[in-house]
């Protein structure tokens, strides 16, 4: 298994392109989530699916949209990227809502 | 909502000594309580959870965390830290079906 998957690992963008953060997972796990990591802030939880075609809002969901079409794939889109958006992102999977959360290898965005 | 606190961003501790994370959480009802370690450039990963039973729980590594309900703490312990612990510490909330993470508690160990 190669668990749960980020692609890609490093990214730049400029203010105001928009880009896909791609997330999928080969454990058939229900649910799956996305946060973002910035220094001292520990992770911020911007949007979760708990199953194929349902999606919810987390903590931070403003400039973010996801969509779930498939139990593999949760892809994460910037409409509009701000510099505010640059971060380290985290694709998260776990069986169910009390079940360990497997963590991907992350996602290092720069926004100029 | 729920929410933690780490109240120690960073903590350094010699190598063979004993090591001790707070974690302090807020929430209305038992929640889901897990500790995960982040190395440098590394994503998350799971040392231990609590869901319910025993209030004392093993995880990997050594390290083991108690809850302790009437404080609203989950704190996290190794009897003797060895150089590879050097990581940062996050404690996290589940409540319904979302996860709450703390702040973080960096631990550096010195020789």
Known sequence: NAGVTQTPKFQVLKTGQSMTLQCAQDMNHEYMSWYRQDPGMGLRLIHYSVGAGITDQGEVPNGYNVSRSTTEDFPLRLLSAAPSQTSVYFCASSYSRSHEQFFGPGTRLTVL | ?111
């Open chain 2, 1 to 111: 909502a729920q929410s933690v606190t780490q109240p120690d961003i960073h903590i350094t501790v010699s190598e063979g000594a004993s090591l001790e994370l707070r974690c302090n959480y807020s929430y209305g009802a038992t929640p889901y309580l897990f500790w995960y370690v982040q190395s440098p450039g590394q994503g998350l990963q799971l040392l231990l959870k609590y869901f319910s039973g025993d209030t004392l729980v093993q995880g990997i590594k050594g390290f083991e965390a108690e809850f302790k309900r009437s404080q609203s703490s989950f704190n996290l312990r190794k009897p003797s830290v060895h150089w590879s612990d050097a990581a940062e510490y996050f404690c996290a909330v589940g409540a319904g079906n979302k996860l709450s993470f703390g702040a973080g508690t960096t631990v550096t160990v010195r020789a």
